[in-house]
């Protein structure tokens, strides 16, 4: 789309995390350090919090994408919402094994007999557990459990917990204490400051090719910051939707109006007029057909629907709840798919997705949508129209 335009290599606002994006802030800098004091102190569980979209993903991502393969074992969770058993599974899974048949007594002596044997070879266990706010407390008392492998001087397996702020409401009720008292570091990760802001939409123009700067004028940062609040996610969604602005005004200089008129296309007030759910982003739907340019059709496994109107801009589509279309499903990635729509068209993107975007039965990496497409995602599908019909659902 744009990147001829303005002289990039690639997107630079992306929400998919990307450990080459990472914009080092104090306090993801902070957030960091922290991650990699469990190889270095052995501490057993290391907890960080932050609002959706503050950038934990991408801490995580950069922590492993550093580790040393030789001297670390690492597993990372994402799926949250399980039994005790069926997490013990999911990390042994990540371990390399089949667990699925086994008692929760094996399961455990698996994880302890491979957690030594590491050890003896030399290498330490870590496991990060995004998304934790999700997890039971029988769950996080298993996982407390865990700590339970050790040797007379050190813990052979470590926890990175990390999860949004209620993460931090269920470690402080009272019997959450015994796992508590075990977490020797905390850290919540806020939103950037303004100037943070500035430099961070900066920073990944750079990374993405900018050979010019001034790509978005001055007047531009402290409305970005006032309708973000410094949340890299929600950054991300104004830039690129603002540089999309200016794709089809065919300007490649983004100002305060190109701005607006991204926040126009987003349906978003002020961050601070917003309720706490409404900070997520998400696009309020129940558009006016005049604004309209389609509608996708997503039917579950089970044979329920809802309709969403496409307006020009991007849409997300994935798991969590910061997505514009959140399929709550095991099949579904954090960040599945995007879909760019502009006066002409609409262009659907896989976003590195684990089990893949089917169009028409055929997986595909980005595609053009024609009237009558049939998207899978997963066991739903999405059907797409050029056209737009009412639903009850969709308002």
Request: glycine fraction near 6%.
């Amino acid at each position: 789309m744009y990147l001829e335009l303005f002289g990039l290599d690639e997107f630079p606002f992306r929400l998919t995390p990307d450990p080459a994006f990472i914009y080092a802030s104090r306090q993801h800098s902070q957030a960091a350090t922290f991650m990699d004091s469990t190889v270095l102190l052995t501490d057993s569980f290391v907890v960080i919090t932050g609002e959706i979209g503050s950038g934990k993903t991408t801490l995580i991502e950069k922590f492993l994408s550093e580790i040393d393969r030789d001297e670390i074992v690492t597993a990372r969770i994402f799926q949250t919402q399980v039994t005790p058993v069926q997490f013990l599974q999911s990390l042994l899974v990540e371990f390399g094994f089949n667990p699925f048949k086994k008692r929760k007594a094996e399961l455990l002596k698996m994880l302890k007999d491979f957690t030594i044997a590491q050890h003896k070879d030399g290498r330490r266990v870590v496991v990060v557990v995004d998304e934790a706010q999700n997890l039971s407390q029988t769950v996080l008392e298993e996982i407390r459990l865990l700590s339970g492998i050790e040797t007379q001087k050190e813990k052979m397996l470590s926890v990175i917990l990390v999860g949004q702020p209620e993460l931090e409401e269920v470690l402080n009720l009272p019997q959450m204490e015994q796992l508590a008292q075990r977490t020797r570091l905390r850290y919540h990760l806020k939103a950037l400051t303004p100037e943070e802001t500035h430099e961070y939409i900066e920073h990944r123009l750079k990374v993405a090719g900018a050979r010019k700067e001034g790509i978005f004028s001055d007047e531009c940062f402290p409305i970005i910051f006032k309708y973000t609040g410094g949340i890299p996610r929600l950054i991300n969604t104004l830039c690129d939707t603002a540089l999309i602005c200016c794709f089809a005004d065919q300007t490649t200089t983004v100002t305060s109006e190109q701005i607006q008129s991204a926040v126009d296309e987003l349906g978003w007030l002020e961050f601070a007029q917003r309720t706490h759910t409404d900070r997520t982003g998400i696009r309020r739907f129940g558009i006016g057909p005049r604004e309209t340019r389609g509608q996708l059709r997503v039917i579950g496994p089970g044979g329920e629907e809802k309709i969403y109107p496409l307006i020009r801009g991007r849409l997300i589509i994935g798991r969590t709840i910061d997505n514009d279309i959140q399929i709550d499903s095991e099949f579904i990635s954090r960040h599945h798919a995007q879909i760019f729509t502009d006066e002409k068209n609409s262009r659907i993107e896989d976003l590195n997705s684990t089990n893949g975007v089917f169009l028409n039965n055929r997986r595909i990496k980005k595609r053009q949508l024609i009237s009558g497409d049939e998207i899978e995602l997963g066991t739903h599908v999405l059907e797409y129209s050029e056209t737009v019909a009412k639903d009850k659902d969709s308002d």
